[in-house]
């Protein structure tokens, strides 16, 4: 499922227009985006949590020459999915 059908998908269940659905979509994205951007968490209960994580330098390898490189340290987005959601995943 793209972005253009999970707008249709939802203006059609919350009986809204596309161009509604489209604005709270973006607004959820922007609004995950910038409190990760911010190093805080976003909980959506019996959905998943996003949150962001350090991952350290490191040394890794070229794979197609072998030599090493040092690869910079980052901050990472995660997503740890709810309950609710891994048991409608398995179900």
Excluded: W, Y
Excluded at 29 to 45: I, N, S
């Amino acid at each position: 499922m793209n972005k253009s059908q999970l707008v249709e998908q939802i203006a059609t269940q919350a009986d809204i227009t596309k161009a509604d659905a489209n604005r709270a979509v973006d607004a959820l994205v922007d609004a995950v985006k910038a409190e990760l951007a911010e190093g805080g968490k976003v909980d959506l209960v019996g959905f998943g949590s996003f949150s962001v994580s350090k991952r350290n330098a490191r040394t890794g390898r070229n794979p197609q020459t072998g030599e090493t490189i040092q690869i910079a340290a980052s901050t990472i987005p995660k997503f740890k999915p709810g309950k609710a959601l891994k048991d409608a995943v398995n179900s």
